[in-house]
């Protein structure tokens, strides 16, 4: 049974990480549609967003207006006010996509170091691979294919500067758009499919230097 969609706050550094998860309802709606893209060679081209991005990745699909609106817009805008009025004891007015995409990632792809644009940013799963493949003494190392990774700052005493995380289906982050992070590239059969999204809130809370 899928846990509560309840938000959880985590502060791994600096910038604090909203962390909740998607309802099964949009993640089937999202992949749905995705599946129909991949296999339409029109629209693939039509909506194909890889060369703007970052991701040395097989395809990653801008989502159109009449998928994000309504649900999924609805979702993402209650978790952000909940993850910024419980940071800055203030409620957000506004919330306007800038953009929303799927990334479709397969064995041996990555996607480097890198962070986004807007006020807002957010990366979460919609499927994942059955095997990520061994890893290189995982006992002594850890197994850390196919995770996200957060950057910030510099490692020192009391304080990491890199959180990483295993991907898990309905899983979805939220974090500040300078927030560095990376994919790491995993070795096994099967699709990485993940979503992301840019976003403004209220210029007068993001920007602390008005105030």
Known sequence: MKKENKLEIIKPFGPSVGVTNLPNI???KINTFVDEVAKDEVKSKELDMG????????QEILLPDEIIKDELYNFI??????????LTSKEIQKFDFIKVWVVRQFQNEYNPIHWHNGHISGAGYLKLPTDFGSSKHPEKKGDFHGNINFVHGTRQFLSNSIMTSKPEIGK???????MMHSVNPFYGEGERRSISFNAN????????YSR
């Open 26 to 28: 949009l993640i089937d």
């Open 51 to 58: 060369r703007d991005l970052a991701g040395q990745v097989t």
């Open 77 to 86: 805008k209650k978790a952000t006010k909940t993850y910024i009025q419980y």
């Open 172 to 178: 979805i982050y939220i974090f500040p758009n300078y």
């Open 201 to 208: 809130i209220d210029q007068s809370i993001f920007d602390i």
